[in-house]
């Protein structure tokens, strides 16, 4: 059965080809594809198309076929919702053409003008511009709070507050919110919590069961997982999910077919290279604690990090991504590091086969909690080269960052 999403003013949810009783593993590799529907093919082909045609006017007044229009979606794109419905516990899932605009449609079904929201000072800073230009210009006043501020964010949420913008851990710091907190604070006034779940995937943390109603990812970087496509997806539990759609359609957010079929084919190998990337990141992580010049690895899943113990409560793994402070020294040493890498690209985004360095400035940005530790940070994506040649490249780096440092 395709099973595919009803036309326009239906909310039934997407595609049920997927029964929630099923492992992960087993819905990334059969979930929302059904070869018997093209002529046995494994893969749902890629739906190029603007057109449907009805036969009749019932059909087209009805309103009874699956597709109506291609902005409104198509088996390329309702199969890749179904397979992240399933795997978030979702009621549904709506893609979008990048995960900035997973996340600008996300805050939007939420909001409109006199409204306030609470975004977590650690977030992607994408997010924050969004919040800050457009959802300023349109009203809504935004408020940055400390990442860590758990059931303490009942002390900032007011009668207009209608979300709690989540992101654990924090882009570039890595701080891990205790959602179940946040989430307990906002329910009480009926603010929506909304969560940038890129890091973890919905394998190694689940947001919907901690009490997130919406949760977001750049398809971009794990799901897509070869760094050749943009993508956002959006999904929400049964009381969000309306409004979501609702925005989404009214706003004419679609993603290509094309690019679905990448996030598709992408998400069927999701599990094992996230336990790959999750292996190799956390070996360098461990071994950068011991490296000269490193003055801390930002790494949930290590025990030196802060947050620790509820990275461990929450979470069952741990993604691909982490941050490293070295110790200070002047421009001059980060770029000897960073421009002279063999294996190490430098580069935005994360998420691919390859590994990638990154020198930030979280101190740049940040309101609520000024980022005060000294130093450089630069951000690590491991990917699937060598550990000791990425280890030797890293060795390498810090040697010259040293010399350079002390010259
Ligand atoms: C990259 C990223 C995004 C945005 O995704 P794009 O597809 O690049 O728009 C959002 N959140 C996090 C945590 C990211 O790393």
Redesign the pocket.
């Known amino acids: 059965m395709l099973s595919p999403r009803a036309p326009a003013q239906s909310l039934e949810m997407a595609n049920q080809v997927t029964h929630s009783s099923e492992k992960p593993e087993t819905i990334l590799t059969h979930g929302g594809r059904n070869p018997a529907d093209h002529f046995g093919f494994v893969n749902t082909p890629v739906y190029r198309g603007s057109t449907v045609l009805f036969p009749t006017l019932d059909a087209i007044e009805g309103r009874t076929q699956p597709y109506g229009y291609g902005r409104t979606g198509n088996p390329s794109t309702t199969d890749v919702e179904a397979v992240v419905t399933a795997l978030e516990g979702a009621a549904g899932t709506r893609l979008a053409p990048?995960?900035?605009?997973a996340?600008t449609t996300a805050l939007m079904s939420v909001v409109g003008s006199g409204d306030d929201i609470l975004v977590t000072d650690s977030a992607?800073e994408?997010?924050r511009n969004v919040c800050n230009t457009v959802l300023g210009r349109m009203g809504v006043s935004t408020r940055y709070y400390d990442p860590r501020i758990g059931a303490g964010i009942a002390d900032l949420i007011g009668p207009d507050t209608k979300a709690v913008f989540v992101?654990s851990p924090g882009?570039l710091t890595f701080e891990i919110q205790d959602l179940p907190a946040i989430a307990d604070a906002a329910h009480k006034v009926g603010a929506k919590v909304l969560i940038?779940n890129?890091?973890a995937t919905p394998l190694y943390f689940k947001p919907l069961e901690l009490g997130a109603d919406m949760v977001i990812h750049?398809g971009?970087?794990m799901f897509v997982g070869h760094s050749d496509a943009?993508?956002?997806t959006i999904s929400a539990n049964a009381a969000t999910f309306e409004q979501l759609a609702a925005t989404h359609r009214a706003m004419g957010i679609c993603a290509a077919p094309d690019e679905a079929y990448l996030i598709a084919r992408g998400l069927r190998t999701l599990s094992i290279r996230m336990q790959e990337h999750r292996r190799r990141a956390l070996d360098i992580a461990s071994w950068l604690e011991g490296q000269d010049g490193v003055a801390a690895v930002l790494h949930p899943a290590l025990e030196s990090h802060p947050d620790n113990a509820l990275f461990r409560r929450d979470f069952s793994g741990s993604g691909s991504l982490f941050s490293v402070l070295l110790e200070p020294a002047p421009r001059e040493a980060v770029a000897a590091l960073v421009d002279n890498m063999r294996v190490f690209g430098m580069g935005y985004?994360?998420g691919g086969y390859e590994s990638l360095i990154l020198p930030t400035k979280p101190g740049r940005v940040r309101t609520a909690v000024p980022w005060v530790a000294e130093g450089n940070l630069l951000r690590l994506h491991i990917g699937f080269e060598d550990v000791d040649d990425l280890k030797a490249d890293l060795s390498d780096g810090l040697e010259r960052y040293r010399a350079a440092r002390a010259g």
């Open positions: 990048s995960g900035l605009s996340i992607y994408p997010t992101e882009s940038d890129s890091w750049a971009t970087k943009m993508s956002g985004s994360w």
